[in-house]
């Protein structure tokens, strides 16, 4: 309901100021009483209502000689408004907030993992040199860029080159991640200084969950390959839930990690790798930005 006023609004142009007629009617239920709190003629007031409804196309009101009263759809859609004028006024409070401290901002797309130990650092180390200038995590997943193809954000987390063929937008190399293989901290694996296809045998595999096409192929490699169980995990936080419970073990991309040391993160043979990349719009020429990007790749250069 909320969504669909938001469109009403931008489509029949309803300003604030029609919201606050509309609520204080339904506060008073007499025209002439809300016309004198909101300090206007009450044929001002009647016009505007009448305005809105036929732009609405329904009735918000029951108009009788006791007064106004809200129709079924009028009680929805009162409750909804009252909903967006207290979004739009902790949004004019954000802003004002943020005007105060900040000049710019960077928006970064990355997965939440991702983010959970290395974001942190390059922020508290890029607002040393960038005081003004705000970074705001939003943590999506890298198989989904529209947000950052909308514009909406300035830097997009991706790998093996998939954003290469979008036009207006650079890829700038992060690391190289490797396939590492989840266990329990207490697995007889964790004793091994890497572990082999070979090593896998007789255990339980979870496979799937969104796994890109490289760990697919791995995945399928090890099954052909030795006897090993398997079974279709339905994503990477089902896997870490089943790893816990002793249900098996997993192969995952090593951008997954969040350093919480709660598992344990085996190395593991094998040839298959993900180069990672951060995804930028051409035409954002900002020295702040190029300098954040610096010092996140010098970050995960350093791990």
């Known amino acids: 309901m909320i969504d669909l006023i938001f469109r009403l609004m931008y489509n029949i142009y ?3 100021k029609q919201i606050d007629y509309i609520l204080e009617l339904a506060k008073t239920q007499n025209f002439n009483r809300a016309a004198e709190n909101l ?3 009450q044929s001002t007031l009647t016009y505007q209502i009448k305005k809105v409804e036929r732009q609405l196309k329904f009735k918000l009101f029951d108009r ?4 106004a009263m809200l129709t079924p759809a009028g009680k929805q859609f009162c409750s909804a408004l009252r909903s967006i004028k ?3 006024k902790k949004a004019v409070e954000q802003g004002q907030n943020f005007s105060k401290k900040y000049s710019d901002n960077i928006v970064i797309g990355m997965p939440t993992r991702s983010c959970i130990y290395f974001l942190p650092q390059a922020i508290k180390e890029f607002s ?7 970074v705001t995590p939003i943590f999506n997943d890298f198989y989904h860029p529209e947000e950052f193809l909308k514009g909406n954000q300035d830097i997009f987390f991706t790998f093996d080159n998939e954003m290469k063929h979008v036009p207006e937008t650079k890829l700038i190399h992060l690391y190289t991640s490797k396939i590492y293989l989840i266990t329990k901290k207490d697995d007889v694996l964790t004793k091994k200084k890497i572990v082999k296809i070979k ?5 339980t595999l979870m496979i799937g969950g969104g796994s890109p096409i490289q760990l697919r192929n791995l995945q399928q490699k090890i099954i052909n390959s030795i006897d090993i169980n398997y ?23 090593g951008f997954f990690q969040d350093y919480s040391n709660e598992f344990a993160w085996n190395k593991f043979d094998c040839e298959e790798k993900f180069e990672c990349y951060l995804c930028v719009h051409t035409s954002d020429k ?4 190029k300098e954040f990007i610096t010092i996140l790749q010098n970050i995960y250069k350093e791990k």
């Open 199 to 203: 090593n896998l045998k007789g255990r």
């Open 86 to 88: 207290e979004q739009l």
């Open 14 to 16: 309803m300003d604030t």
């Open 231 to 253: 079974f279709n995990s339905q994503n990477h936080d089902t896997t870490l839930t089943n790893i816990a419970a002793d249900k098996g073990i997993c192969l995952t991309p």
């Open 39 to 41: 300090f206007m003629s």
């Open 128 to 134: 040393k040199k960038y005081p003004s200038v705000s």
């Open 286 to 289: 900002r020295e702040s930005l």
């Open 64 to 67: 009788s000689a006791k007064g």
